[in-house]
Nanobody, 118 residues
Framework: QVQLVESGGGLVQAGGSLRLSCAASGTHSSINPMGWYRQAPGKQRELVAVITEDGSTNYADSVKGRFTISRDNNKKTVYLQMNSLKPDDTAVYYC????????????WGQGTQVTVSS
């Protein structure tokens, strides 16, 4: 049974930093891509950043230059380093992975709250 377990959320002041982690368990298959999404109250879930197996990345315009996504393929883990946080970054952050087994299957983490105070 595949599970994605997130960690690293919390409360931080504006200008601060947080690092999110998300580890997949229960699979030996390739994972491509890995990514982070977020959902603020009253808003739709939106893509924050995505990284492919070969390390190519893509970011939402709102986080470019402040957030960095990375992955460890051996550990089946994706990270999101968030710097210069703003109150607008407050949201529940979800990791997302596409696991390539018999087919492509989407998996989501349970979500972790990030709150940025002004």
């Amino acid at each position: 049974q595949v599970q994605l377990v997130e960690s690293g959320g919390g409360l931080v002041q504006a200008g601060g930093s947080l690092r999110l982690s998300c580890a997949a368990s229960g699979t030996h298959s390739s994972i491509n891509p890995m990514g982070w999404y977020r959902q603020a109250p009253g808003k739709q879930r939106e893509l924050v950043a995505v990284i492919t197996e070969d390390g190519s990345t893509n970011y939402a315009d709102s986080v470019k230059g402040r957030f960095t996504i990375s992955r460890d393929n051996n550990k089946k883990t994706v990270y999101l380093q968030m710097n210069s946080l703003k109150p607008d970054d407050t949201a529940v952050y979800y990791c997302h992975m596409v696991i390539l087994g018999w087919g492509k299957v989407d998996y989501w983490g349970q979500g972790t709250q990030v709150t940025v105070s002004s």
